[in-house]
Structures are given as structure tokens and as C-alpha cells.
């Protein structure tokens, strides 16, 4: 979104300095480059997800997907995670809180 | 004592690794270290040329790993340094004529030998590549300050880690303080912030670059060259010395500081 506000500045005739742009096209083209992640990062991320969430809630681990999804402006990590209970605990943190 | 392996990269040609290598091992010379400069750029070498060397070569590396002559024989001595050595890349052949096992262990054998062993890396992410890093024990990344390098840097980062070589620091080349200041150039801390990596040093955009590589003279030898005083410092860094990073560059133009000085006056 910053790169909006690049893009907006430039439209509006406020003088944005090439160097913005720069670093800004960079931040975002890092974003994609880094985000071809091997399978093992990915495995090694959704078994420490598991082992997190597994505290608070029932997951169905089987059919629980980890993905990143690439957008124009930005990198997304999505979670299908199905719950198939609330744990006691998880509900006494909420009502202490 | 074992002497540490660098590692001079940048994914991205033509960003200054050659210019870097040769700098830095002269000055370190100049500081009375035993180096030795490997030019792992096998069919484009170049090393040979900005020392002022290639009219000494008679073997080379490869000649080296298939065993044509001994690896002392193939080491050019510098006359003008004492300690300064070059080990220059073969121009026939092609970058699959070394592997990295032979390399790693091309290094090793003159790591017994120098306090510094410092290995120009060809362009690219292949074998040359490959080759180049597998004797290092550390790594420099060279980068000039736009965005189709600074991308490269991140990329060989990201594959120097893989291959186990942390840490790896970083060396901004042809900064233009005029342009930083105008907004024109990306910053150090722009560049250091989107890398995260640490900062080795900063050398200034010189045309007296372009002239001692005319004369195949590296730059640190002259003392009034703002790119040489910033590769001087950087040595001096490399041996562990704390030597405080210049925020435009690393050199310490007189003349700049003299105007200041004369203006804060009136
Ligand atoms: N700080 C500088 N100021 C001015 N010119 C420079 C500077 N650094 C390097 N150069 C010039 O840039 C060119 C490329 O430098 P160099 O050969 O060191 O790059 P390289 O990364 O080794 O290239 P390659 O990837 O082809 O091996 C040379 O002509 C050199 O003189
Ligand atoms: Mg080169």
C-alpha cells in the first residue's frame, strides 16, 4: 500500500525522489522473489503451526493446508485450518482476559 | 596460524567484485599481511589485468588442479608489495574446469600459507559461482546502489546462507553523495534496511578508478583517491579493526569538510 501512496504522490504532483520509488519497487519485488519457498520451509512452518494452535483449539491436522499466495502489491500466507473443537482452557484465558 | 578465505560476490556483473578483490588485497598488503588473490573467473579473467600482472602469467588454476605444475609455481609475486601474490584464472577453458571440491581444497592449501586468501567471484549463480564459494570461510557482497543489484545481493545472500556461509556483510560501490543528497540514489540505510545484512563499507563513485585501472595500478596506492581511502578503511576493518562507517561514503574528502567548515565561518 505504501506503493500507493508512491503512486498517488506522483499523480498528485508532489514530488516524490526517484530514490522512493526505488526502494519501493525493491521492498515489493523482494517480497515475490523471497516467497518461492521450499517445501521443507513450508512443512517445517505449518508443524510448528500445529504444534501452537494445537494448544488452544481441536484441529483437524490431515486436512489442514499452508500456502502463500502471490498478489500484485503483496505476498500472502494463507491457513485453511478446520476446527473441530474449542478447548476448556482457550475459553477461561478469554473470560479471565 | 590458518589464514581466513573471503569470498568477493554480487550475483550481478560488473558491480565492482574484480576492483574490490584487487583493492583490498593491496591494502591489506600495504598493511603488511600475506595475501593471495584468486581470480575464480575462468574464461574471463581480469584480475590479472587491473593488478597490472598479465604479462607475468605462465600457469594458471586450472593448470593448478590438473596437476601441470606445482601450486607455488603458478603464484604471481607482486614486485611492488612484499606479500602480495595472484593466482590467476585460466582464459582457454570454461567454468566447469574446476570443481568446488578441487577448489576447497586449492584454498585450504593456501590458507597455510596467507593470512588472506581472497577469491574473486565470476557473475551469475551457477558453477563459477558454486566453485568460488566452496573454499570461503566468509563472504563479501558487492552491490552499487540500484534496484536491479540490490535484487541480485538478495538473491546470493539467500544461496550463501544455503551453503552454510553466514553472516555474509555487505560492500556499497559507486555511491554518488550528490545524487544521495538530491534524492536521486538510494541511501546506505535504505539499501542495509531492505538487505539485512551488515555493513562492511562504502566506496564513493571515483573516476580515478577508471585511471589506475589504465595503468593496472589498484587504486589504494594513491593517497589522494577518495575510492582508495574508502577501500584503505575497509582493510583496516577487515582485520579487525573498528573503524567508524562515514554516512555518504568512506572517504574523508578534506576538501568537502573544508567548505563546511568555511561556511558554518560566515
Ligand atoms: N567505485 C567506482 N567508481 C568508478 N568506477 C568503478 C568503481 N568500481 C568499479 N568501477 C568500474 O566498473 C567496471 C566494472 O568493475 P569490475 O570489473 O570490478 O566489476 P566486476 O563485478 O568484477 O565485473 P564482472 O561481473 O564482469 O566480473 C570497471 O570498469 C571498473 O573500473
Ligand atoms: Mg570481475
Redesign the pocket.
Known amino acids: 500500500m505504501i506503493l500507493l501512496d508512491v503512486l498517488a504522490k506522483m499523480f498528485t504532483k508532489e514530488s516524490v525522489s526517484s530514490k522512493d520509488i526505488a526502494r519501493e519497487r525493491l521492498r515489493l519485488v523482494l517480497v515475490h522473489d523471497r516467497s518461492s519457498v521450499s517445501p521443507n520451509f513450508l512443512n517445517a512452518l505449518k508443524e510448528d503451526l500445529i504444534k501452537v494452535i494445537r494448544e488452544y483449539m481441536d484441529i483437524d491436522e490431515e486436512s489442514l493446508s499452508v500456502h502463500l499466495e502471490n498478489e500484485e502489491n503483496s505476498v500472502a500466507l494463507v491457513a485453511n485450518i478446520p476446527v473441530k473443537g474449542f478447548k476448556r482452557v482457550a475459553n477461561d484465558v478469554e473470560v479471565q482476559a | 596460524m590458518k589464514g581466513r578465505a573471503l569470498v ?1 560476490t ?1 550475483g ?11 583493492n583490498l588485497g593491496t591494502a591489506l598488503a600495504m598493511m603488511g599481511k600475506k595475501i593471495v588473490l584468486v581470480d575464480s ?1 575462468i574464461g ?1 579473467r ?2 590479472d589485468v ?1 593488478m597490472g600482472l598479465e604479462n607475468r602469467i605462465v600457469f594458471d588454476i586450472v593448470d593448478v588442479v590438473n596437476g601441470n605444475c606445482k601450486l607455488k609455481q603458478a603464484l604471481i609475486k607482486d614486485k611492488r608489495f612484499e606479500g602480495l601474490f595472484l593466482l590467476p584464472a585460466a582464459q582457454t577453458k570454461d567454468k566447469t574446469a574446476v570443481t568446488p571440491h578441487q577448489m576447497k581444497n586449492l584454498v585450504n592449501e593456501l590458507r597455510k600459507d596467507f593470512d588472506f586468501v581472497l577469491v ?5 549463480i551457477e558453477q563459477g559461482f558454486k566453485n568460488a564459494i566452496s573454499g570461503a570461510d566468509h563472504a563479501i557482497v ?1 552491490a ?1 546502489p540500484e534496484v536491479s543489484s540490490v535484487r541480485d545481493a538478495d538473491r546470493i545472500i539467500g544461496l550463501l546462507e544455503a551453503a552454510g556461509l553466514n553472516g555474509p556483510q555487505l560492500l556499497v ?3 554518488r553523495g550528490k545524487m544521495v543528497k538530491k534524492g536521486d540514489m538510494m541511501n546506505i540505510e535504505d539499501i542495509v534496511d531492505i538487505l539485512s545484512i551488515d555493513l562492511l563499507g562504502v ?8 585511471v589506475s ?1 589504465n595503468r593496472g595500478e589498484p ?1 589504494v596506492i594513491e593517497t589522494t583517491s577518495r ?1 582508495g581511502a ?1 577501500y584503505r578503511r575497509i582493510a583496516r576493518r577487515i582485520t579487525g579493526e573498528e573503524v567508524p562507517i562515514l554516512s555518504l561514503d568512506e572517504s574523508n574528502n578534506f576538501v568537502d569538510r573544508f567548505k563546511k567548515i568555511l561556511k558554518l565561518a560566515r
Request: glycine share 10%; with cysteine; hydrophobic share 40%.
Open positions: 568477493i554480487s550481478k556483473g560488473g558491480v565492482g567484485k574484480t576492483t574490490t578483490t584487487a573467473d574471463l581480469n584480475l587491473v574473486d567471484c565470476p557473475a551469475g558487492v552499487t560501490n559507486r555511491l566506496v564513493p563513485e571515483d573516476e580515478s578508478i577508471v585501472t587504486v575510492a574508502a
